[in-house]
């Protein structure tokens, strides 16, 4: 058996982030070969983070990147707060976030671009991550903006660093006009869409879906109209909707006395040429993720631990 010293634990521990027990234990295992150690680790860790994979990360940040006329923003879930406050993980976030300025735009292309100057893939590296915290982490989505002439403006809610936050929105603004003056409206309408959570630009990208839920909702409210009737009560109904939920047509929480179309519109004149807002995302953290119940992560360990 080879001679592991601690010198050799340490240097192990310090590469890897691993537990001392985890690491002798690897040393052991390879004769002290500390890169075959490494190796060893990163498979056992890899082997963890699966078994982890069934408890919910509904936990995290989401990241946000832009660099000239394109954007992007990024999931990353985590089991708890804590995590989501490591320097490691915020790293990892913020990373993701640039690499996928410069993919197409798709959670598998972010997975399988690699860390500038490294051999290791972005989900690669997460799931080192993975096996040096010991908490289950997910690369959820990913999207990315992009447009010809003008800017893509950014806003992050309830920030905690640079870039991260718990609420990311994109909003593209295509526009000859000026960049600063752009950028300036450009945030304001960011602002609005972390506020009020429109599910679409306009009435044409609700999905068909949410507007036969709505038009039921309609033909229950009014049974026993006309028929000719029940259409006017939907289709008036469908417009009081559209205004609610679509960006273009809701008031602009700056100025509730306008729409976001009428604030666009009146815009041109202000920043030198017309201004069309062509898209938007928002990303708020853990939306959609159905919670277990039971014991959360804190008190789970201390009952595997003996004392709860």
């Excluded at 521990?13 to 004769?31: I, S, Y």
């Excluded at 000239?68 to 989501?84: K, L």
């Excluded at 976030?93 to 972010?110: C, P, S, V, Y």
């Excluded at 447009?147 to 309830?158: D, E, F, L, Q, T």
């Amino acid at each position: 058996m080879a001679n592991i010293t601690a010198a050799m634990v340490k240097e192990l521990r310090e590469t890897t982030g691993a537990g001392m027990m985890d690491c002798k234990g690897a040393l052991n295992e390879t004769q002290g070969d500390i890169e075959a150690a490494v190796d060893w680790l990163r498979k056992k860790g890899l082997a963890k983070a699966a078994k982890k994979a069934g408890r919910v990360a509904a936990e995290g940040l989401v990241a946000v990147e832009s660099a000239g006329h394109h954007a992007a923003v990024v999931e990353v879930n985590s089991e708890t707060d804590f995590v989501a406050r490591n320097d490691a993980f915020q790293a990892f976030a913020r990373e993701a976030a640039k690499i996928a300025l410069n993919t197409d735009g798709t959670l598998e292309g972010l997975q399988a671009a690699h860390f500038p100057g490294a051999t290791e893939t972005v989900s690669e590296k997460l799931q080192a991550l993975i096996a040096t915290i010991g908490e289950n982490m997910n690369l959820r989505r990913v999207a990315k903006l992009e447009v010809k002439k003008g800017v893509i403006a950014s806003y992050v809610h309830n920030q905690i660093s640079e870039g991260l936050g718990k609420i990311g929105v994109l909003v593209a603004l295509e526009s000859e006009g000026d960049v600063e003056a752009l950028s300036a409206l450009g945030r304001q309408i960011a602002m609005h869409v972390a506020a009020t959570n429109p599910v679409a630009l306009d009435a044409s990208g609700v999905d068909t879906a949410t507007v036969e839920r709505e038009s039921n909702i309609l033909r229950e409210k009014n049974a026993g109209k006309l028929d000719h009737v029940m259409a006017k009560i939907i289709e008036s109904g469908l417009k009081s909707y559209y205004k609610e939920v679509t960006l273009l047509e809701q008031p602009f929480v700056h100025d509730g006395s306008k729409t976001v179309s009428q604030v666009l519109k009146e815009a041109g004149s202000k920043v030198g040429g017309p201004v069309t807002l062509t898209a938007f995302v928002r990303y708020a953290l853990g939306e959609g993720i159905e919670k277990e119940d039971g014991p959360d992560f804190a008190t789970e360990v201390a009952q595997q631990a003996g004392r709860a």
